[in-house]
C-alpha cells in the first residue's frame, strides 16, 4: 500500500523560510509525477507545484519563491518555501500521480492525483 507523510510545517514570520518534506512507501517515488497542493481556512485546496519525468511546474503565486524537487534515492519529494508570506498560510499536501505522460495543465487537477498524505499546517505571521 502506498503511503505520503509529509512533514517540515511549522509556524514561522513572513519572509522566512521552511522547507516541507514528503515521504513515499510503499513503491519507488520515480513511479510517480510528484504534486504539492494547499489548502488555506474557507478555501478550496488549490495547486502549488508538481514535479515529473519532464520538468517541474509552479502555480504563479508562488513562482519565483517555491522549489520542488525530488530525491528517489530517498523516496523523498520537497518543497522548499522562502520569502514566505502571511498568504501561504495553509495546510500543505503531497500527491501522487502515477500516469507517466499528461499535459502539464492536468497536474494543476487533483483528481489527477492517486495518493494523498494527510497535510502539514504552515502558518505564517505577518
Known amino acids: 500500500q502506498v503511503q505520503l507523510v509529509e512533514s517540515g510545517g511549522g509556524l514561522v514570520q513572513a519572509g522566512d523560510s521552511l522547507r516541507l518534506s514528503c515521504v513515499v512507501s510503499g513503491r519507488a517515488l520515480s513511479s510517480y509525477t510528484m504534486g504539492w497542493f494547499r489548502q488555506a481556512p474557507g478555501k478550496e485546496r488549490e495547486f502549488v507545484a508538481a514535479?515529473?519525468?519532464?520538468?517541474?511546474r509552479y502555480a504563479n503565486s508562488v513562482k519565483g519563491r517555491f522549489t520542488i524537487s525530488r530525491d528517489n534515492a530517498k523516496n523523498t519529494v520537497y518543497l522548499q518555501m522562502n520569502s514566505l508570506k502571511a498568504e501561504d498560510t495553509a495546510v500543505y499536501y503531497c500527491a501522487a500521480d502515477q500516469t507517466r505522460y499528461r499535459l502539464w495543465v492536468e497536474y494543476h487537477q487533483e483528481e489527477k492525483y492517486d495518493y494523498w498524505g494527510q497535510g502539514t499546517q504552515v502558518t505564517v505571521s505577518s
Open positions: 514535479i515529473s519525468w519532464s520538468g517541474t
